[in-house]
Nanobody, 118 residues
Framework: QLAESGGGLVQAGGSMRLTCVAA????????MGWFRQAPGKERLFVAAITESGTPTYYSESVQGRFTISRDNAKNTVYLQMNSLKPEDTAVYYC?????????????WGKGTLVTVSS
């Protein structure tokens, strides 16, 4: 129901935009988020956005470099990533319901791999 795209290989200092499209149902009435999981590590929160688009929330590690946004007319959430660092390398997952739905009710995409080379 959630499909991420936009991952790939980028050099350190570069930019990339991830897209998450909802299909089959709408998530316009729930907060949306991005999480990431680096190799051998647990999945961690990256950013979240409320139903209306404001406010937004970020982890300390991406604050000031990443921007989350949404287009409810397109059932789409974006993650603009600037000034990328090798430590940003991870599989990035889109989430629906973060902070508002029980964990077993939240919806996840399958993830898209972002690799940042030094």
């Amino acid at each position: 129901q959630l499909a991420e795209s936009g991952g790939g290989l980028v050099q350190a200092g570069g930019s990339m935009r991830l897209t998450c499209v909802a299909a089959g149902r709408t998530f316009n009435n729930v907060p949306m988020g991005w999480f990431r999981q680096a190799p051998g590590k647990e999945r961690l929160f990256v950013a979240a956005i409320t139903e209306s688009g404001t406010p937004t929330y970020y982890s300390e590690s991406v604050q000031g470099r990443f921007t989350i946004s949404r287009d409810n007319a397109k059932n789409t959430v974006y993650l603009q990533m600037n000034s990328l660092k090798p430590e940003d390398t991870a599989v990035y997952y889109c989430n629906a319901g973060v902070g508002s739905m029980p964990e077993n009710k939240q919806v996840w995409g399958k993830g898209t791999l972002v690799t940042v080379s030094s």
